[in-house]
């Protein structure tokens, strides 16, 4: 019956219960759980390892650099952050409503280490993210559009909730990569949510994208619904230097 049983399972798709149907109802005799306990029991493994995996995969899909949670951001230490500011982005009704996030400042601040914490709180919380370096993301629209597949590689980035952009600002961009940029912003505008980290405020943009009417044209639509923090103070990176 036990081999029945599993094979029933295994059709249905509960892959974990049928993995650990013997030892559970080893678990179950001792515990003298009923009926409905024991069918909780196992729904509850099931449920549980299914969201694990479906955590795994997305993490997989973002594309992290590295892991950096909140719980090891100095918050005494980089004062421009508040613990009530995270908890409250941490509620993810900026996802829900697709706005923004821009963290600026020099570097060294804590920008990065924050976009890459709301990314991986966004996962757990069950939404699709991708993190990409600004580099990374202006080489991917240059070949998605040398090879005339702009729309598709757009809405392939459109199936995420929320589009991580980091470092946006290092190295200034050509006119036609400034112009592909400027048709990403807007074809996530009001439909995505993106979080982006920059070393330049928003006066310096028209440098890192040669024109000012691109520029503005870019924080238009990147401002109309957005959290812009200015992060200050030294960098983290030296103050470990002198400890």
């Known amino acids: 019956m036990i081999e029945s049983t599993r094979n029933y399972l295994q059709i249905t798709r509960c892959l974990h219960i049928s993995k650990l149907l013997e030892s559970a109802i080893v678990t179950a005799e001792k515990s003298q759980m009923s009926y409905l306990e024991f069918l909780h029991y196992l729904l509850e493994k099931e449920c549980s390892e299914r969201e694990q995996r479906s955590i795994t995969r997305r993490l997989k899909q973002a594309r992290l650099p590295s892991m950096k949670s909140f719980d090891d951001f100095d918050f005494a230490y980089q ?51 991708l993190f990409h370096n600004m580099n990374d993301l202006i080489e991917a629209l240059m070949l998605a559009n040398l090879d005339d597949k702009m729309d598709v590689f757009l809405n392939k980035l459109s199936k995420f909730d929320l589009i991580v952009i980091d470092e946006m600002g290092y190295l200034p961009l050509n006119s036609v990569a400034a112009n592909l940029f400027f048709r990403f912003v807007s074809h996530m505008y009001e439909y995505k949510s993106i979080v982006i980290t920059s070393n330049r405020l928003f006066n310096e943009w028209g440098v890192t994208f040669n024109d000012n009417v691109i520029a503005t044209a870019i924080l238009d639509r990147l401002l109309h619904h957005a959290h812009a923090i200015t992060m200050l103070g030294d960098s983290f990176r030296i103050k470990h230097l002198k400890q």
């Open 79 to 129: 004062q421009s952050i508040t613990k009530k500011q995270v908890k409250n982005w941490l509620s993810f009704v900026w996802i829900e409503q697709r706005e923004n996030i821009i963290l600026m400042g020099p570097p060294g601040v804590g920008k990065t280490h924050i976009a890459i914490a709301l990314c991986y709180e966004a996962v757990k919380a069950g939404y699709k993210a």
